[in-house]
C-alpha cells in the first residue's frame, strides 16, 4: 500500500477510537467512554414516603343502642372534621369501663363520657381537658321506673323510695352516672341498702334502654333510668306507658361532658383545643346537619364546663367504691 493510503487508513482509525471520548454529555460536559448511552436515560424517580395523617379518634361510652350510637357519632364525626380541617373517625368501645381506659392509653383521643366515667378518666389522665356538655347536663335527673303490674305507685319524696325493698330492682352500667351512681346515692339516703332488693342484690342491665326493656317485660319490677332516654322511649313507643311507668324523679346533680386529651395542641397544632371546644359548642338548629346531632343528643346546644360541678360526682363515687 503506498505510504500516502496507509497514513490516510491510520487517521481514520484513530477517529473512530477517540470519537466515544468526545461525545457531549446531557449536562453540557464530557462523558467517559461506554457511558454515553446510560447518561441519556432518565433515572427513575424515588418513591415519597407515606406520610401518616393525625386522625382525630372519637368515642363515647355505649349507653345506648349500638346502631343508635354508630349513626349519632358518625355525624359528629363528619361535622368537627369540616369544621376543624383534620380527619376524624368514630371509634365504638364496647363497654364503660373500655371507654375510660382507651382514654388512659391514649388510643381515643375526645370521649363522651358520663358523670362519673369522666371524673374516671381525668382522674387517670392529669391534665385531660374538659371541653363541653349539653345545655342540660349542669342539671340532670334520673327517674326510677316500675313495670304497672308490680303495685308501685308514684313515690312522692325521696323517703318513700323504701317501698323499693323487697322488690326486683335493676341499674344500667354499674358505672352509669344516671343509671346507678345518683340512683344508689339517693336510695342510700332513703335507707336502702343493694341488699334489700329481692335476691339480695340488684340487677346491672348495660344500659338505659335494655333497663326500660327488662322493666317493661316485667323481668324486674322497677329500675332507674337517665331522666332523657326514658323521654326519648316514649317519644318514639319503645315505652310502653301501659306497662311501664315512671314512679319518681330525682334531684338535679352534674352529668355527660366531652373530655379531650392532655396533648391536643401538640398534635394538631397550637390553639386546637380551644378550636374544638369553639366547634361544638356553635352547633345550633339552624344548621341542618348540627340540627340532627343535636336532636339525637337531645339537647339544643353545648356549653362550657364547669369542672368545679363534679367535685360532687367524685365524692359520691368515692362513697360506693366506684372511684379509689
Not at 361532658?257 to 395542641?265: A, E, K, R
Not at 374544638?276 to 340540627?291: C, G, M, T, Y
Not at 339525637?296 to 364547669?306: E, I, M, N, R
Request: hydrophobic letters at 40%; charged letters at 20%; one cysteine or more.
Amino acid at each position: 500500500m503506498p505510504a500516502r493510503e496507509r497514513w490516510t487508513a491510520a487517521l481514520a482509525g484513530l477517529c473512530l477510537t477517540l470519537l466515544p471520548a468526545v461525545l457531549p454529555a446531557q449536562n453540557g460536559g464530557l462523558v467517559p467512554p461506554g457511558l454515553a448511552q446510560q447518561t441519556t436515560q432518565p433515572k427513575p424517580a424515588q418513591a415519597k414516603p407515606a406520610q401518616s395523617k393525625t386522625v382525630l379518634r372519637i368515642g363515647a361510652i355505649p349507653d345506648q343502642n349500638p346502631e343508635k350510637l354508630n349513626r349519632l357519632y358518625g355525624l359528629v364525626a363528619d361535622e368537627l372534621g369540616r369544621q376543624l380541617g383534620v380527619k376524624v373517625s368514630y371509634v365504638p368501645v364496647t363497654d364503660y369501663a373500655a371507654a375510660v381506659s382507651a382514654f388512659r392509653t391514649g388510643n381515643l383521643d375526645l370521649v363522651w363520657f358520663g358523670g362519673l366515667t369522666g371524673v374516671q378518666a381525668s382522674l387517670q389522665k392529669p391534665g385531660a381537658q374538659m371541653i363541653a356538655q349539653r345545655d342540660i347536663d349542669a342539671q340532670f335527673y334520673s327517674v326510677f321506673i316500675a313495670n304497672t303490674r308490680s303495685g308501685l305507685k308514684p313515690i312522692q319524696n325521696q323517703k318513700g323510695l323504701a317501698v323499693l325493698k323487697g322488690k326486683r330492682f335493676t341499674f344500667g352500667s354499674e358505672s352509669s352516672t344516671s343509671g346507678r351512681l345518683m340512683p344508689q346515692y339517693f336510695l342510700s339516703q332513703a335507707g336502702v341498702k343493694l341488699g334489700d332488693f329481692a335476691g339480695g342484690a340488684p340487677g346491672f342491665s348495660g344500659s338505659h334502654d335494655a333497663t326500660i326493656a327488662l322493666v317493661q317485660s316485667g323481668a324486674y319490677d322497677a329500675g332507674a333510668v337517665n331522666e332523657q332516654v326514658w323521654k326519648s322511649s316514649l317519644r318514639s313507643g319503645k315505652a310502653n306507658r301501659s306497662k311501664v311507668t315512671q314512679i319518681w324523679r330525682t334531684p338535679s346533680y352534674p352529668d355527660y361532658l366531652w373530655l379531650g386529651q392532655p396533648n391536643l395542641d401538640q398534635r394538631f397544632g397550637k390553639g386546637f383545643t380551644a378550636k374544638l371546644r369553639a366547634a361544638i359548642v356553635s352547633w345550633r338548629p339552624s344548621d341542618a346537619e348540627q340540627k340532627r346531632i343535636l336532636e339525637l343528643f337531645g339537647a339544643q346546644q353545648f356549653t362550657s364546663v364547669k369542672a368545679g360541678e363534679y367535685k360532687k360526682i367524685e365524692q359520691v363515687g368515692r362513697q360506693i367504691g366506684k372511684i379509689r
